[in-house]
């Protein structure tokens, strides 16, 4: 009898402890939704020769950045996909996840660095490596600002059709 009841009080208190566990995941998926919602959206373009790239950055209310960027670079396929990350101090450093026009079955993910000044953002051109498939910029090379081709101009959003 006594067994029965050490047994019984045990299964209530996990029964218990498995409730607030759900109370809490449900919080965390509550708060993590409100810090993903989108505050403000902002449109850019940058157009160097016979290149185009259009780049939409979605403000998100915990500080991070998501959104959509089309690149039509002459001589190469039309790469579309999104675009995530953050502000370091002026640097905006992100990742863009791609697909290629003519190769949807395949997915690219290249990291990428924006340096805002004044109402324009310019792709900087940084030193690259691929560690165990994952390429990223190397910290101890800096990132070139200056010599570059892409300069993202401000720009109406345009929704697709």
Known sequence: MKNLVI??????????????????????????????????????KAVYEKDTIDLKL??????????????????SPEKFGEIAGEFHGDTLFADYTFKEKTNKDRTFKNPMAFLKRDNQLILGNGTMQTTMGVTYLVKDKPIDFDRVKYKFSTTECVEKK
């Open 7 to 44: 047994s019984c009080l045990l299964l209530s208190c996990i029964g218990l402890q498995s409730c607030k566990n759900d109370e809490k995941q449900k919080e965390a998926e509550a708060a993590k939704a409100e810090g993903e919602k989108v505050v403000s959206v902002q449109c850019y």
């Open 58 to 75: 979605n403000t998100l209310k915990n500080g991070k950045l998501s959104g959509d960027m089309l690149m039509k670079v002459a001589g």
